[in-house]
Nanobody
Framework: QVQLVESGGGLVQAGGSLRLSCAAS????????MGWYRQAPGKQRELVAT???????YYADSVKGRFTISRDNAKNTVYLQMNSLKPEDTAVYYC?????????WGKGTLVTVSS
């Protein structure tokens, strides 16, 4: 059974930083693409960043240069380092695992950025 558990969310002032973590179990972690998505109130869920098994990364334009996604295969964990946070980054952040063309999701962690 695939399980993704996010942590690290919270309240931060604009310009601050947070580091999100996602611990995965039930999958062969090292071979799968992992990602972070977010959903702000009243908006659709959107892709933030992905990291492939090869460690190639992709970022949404809105977070390029501010967020960094990384993975630790030994710990079955994917991270999202978020710097220079803006109020518009406020959202529930979800971890995802792409396994055989199926996306699995965590329950999310709330990030609130105050102005």
């Amino acid at each position: 059974q695939v399980q993704l558990v996010e942590s690290g969310g919270g309240l931060v002032q604009a310009g601050g930083s947070l580091r999100l973590s996602c611990a995965a179990s039930g999958i062969w972690f090292s071979i799968h693409t992992m990602g972070w998505y977010r959903q702000a109130p009243g908006k659709q869920r959107e892709l933030v960043a992905t990291v492939r098994a090869s460690s190639v990364t992709y970022y949404a334009d809105s977070v390029k240069g501010r967020f960094t996604i990384s993975r630790d295969n030994a710990k079955n964990t994917v991270y999202l380092q978020m710097n220079s946070l803006k109020p518009e980054d406020t959202a529930v952040y979800y971890c995802s695992a792409s396994v055989n063309a199926i996306n699995y999701w965590g329950k999310g962690t709330l990030v609130t950025v105050s102005s």
